[in-house]
């Protein structure tokens, strides 16, 4: 924790650092800003609003669990997309799990993931999780007749649930985010080891909620958006000890994307038989962070790029800057888009003062409705319930592919034994999911 605290300088008054944390490599990858950005399920931190507009499926960020999407980011991946894409990609491989900021301490981990269900009387409803790992830690507790030595993991997690409702064609989208949030400081014999006495602490828990809208235009040119997160709440980890402020911040931005503009024109002006946003689309975010802990609010700002083409390929860059902080730099992003599934990458390791890399990997799988029975096979080799997705078997889908990113979300919470029922559970889901699809095949 003290690790986070140093890198989060601008709200040390705060608790449960580990809520600044950006997900998304998408969002990461354009410097950050996501609020005004909704085009997967990551949206949903930056902005509760983007439920209604992103697209039921599945997410999953550094999951620890070996899969075959996994390989995409590793010698395999390097060597046929550092070709094309060197500027948004490494020349290093990257890990099937990457760790979180290996340079300022090692065995940090990060883990993101989320679930949108379809939409239900016209209301949106998903589930996110968050699970932060900051590495081991070893204490030795010395008394007059025996030294014992303590080997602990600190590590934090919130569970959210989000709702949402848009308004209008979709023009105003407002959205709600409720968060349970648990922050494992220390064993209770550490504790009091330091303090010298009996007394509990050690952990904290604690609900809060974030609030959301979303302003777009019926031709989706211009997007606005604000949110204010973790409004309520405060982690107490000693009795009788004061309580630390969950980091409350403000965000307000807004997203470009001009080439539904010139399309747009082109059609209902001069009749163009084409969209252009079929073979090239472009974005551009802005978005600043106000905090609101303490006596100073300071900001952040975050400003970039999404070049996508073939609505298969997205290059992103983006620049973030945190003056007070001290952390000012470039982000890049690379993804890849196959079907109902998208591969994404980010770095943000530029914008540390400390040499250090900083991969982020996720996978995201739509719902749709594809027409080749056959195309279900390589999807659902990539992860369970791809190819039920795929074909827009909600059911299925949603079976295999939320039962599968729920075991990848809570994996790190096991301990040696219950990983291999996690890792066991995640491939028996996996192999279920492909035999049902050819069961189904045969029969159609």
Known sequence: MVFLIFLFSLMEDAGAIFLLISPGPAQVGMGKGGVAYYDNIASVYYNPASINLTNPGVFVQNTPIKSPW???????????????????????????????????????RYIYGGIKFPELNEFNFGINYTFMNTGETSTSIVTPNDTNTLVYRTHDYAISATLGKSFYDEIISAGITLK??????????????????????????????????????PINFLTFGTSYSNIVGSLKYIEGGTSDPLPAFIRAGISLSPVDLVSYALEKYYSFPYDLTDYFQVKYTREILRDRVG???????????????????????GRFEDIEGGKIGKTRGFG????????????????????????????????????NKYYVYPLSLMFPGAGHMYKGDQMKGFIYGGGATLISMLDPMGNDNRKDIYNYSFYAIYIASIVDLIISNLME
């Open 180 to 217: 349970y949030i648990h922050s494992f400081l220390a064993p209770e014999e550490v504790i009091e080891y330091i303090f010298g006495t009996e007394i509990d602490g050690g952990m904290a828990s604690s609900f809060t909620f974030d609030i959301g809208l979303l302003l777009k235009d």
């Open 336 to 371: 890849l888009e196959l079907g109902n599934i998208r591969l994404d990458y980010a770095d943000d390791s530029d914008i540390y003062d400390f040499y250090t890399s900083n991969d982020q990997i996720s996978l995201s799988i739509d719902i749709m409705e594809g027409d």
């Open 70 to 108: 996994n390989v995409c980011f590793t010698e395999f991946g390097n060597n046929i997309i550092n070709k094309v894409a060197s500027k948004y990609y490494p020349s290093d491989n990257v890990p099937y799990s990457p760790n979180w900021l290996p340079g300022l301490y090692p065995g940090m």
């Open 295 to 317: 006596n100073e609010h300071e900001s952040w700002h975050s400003s970039g790029f999404e070049f996508e083409f073939f609505n298969c390929v997205y290059l992103r860059e």
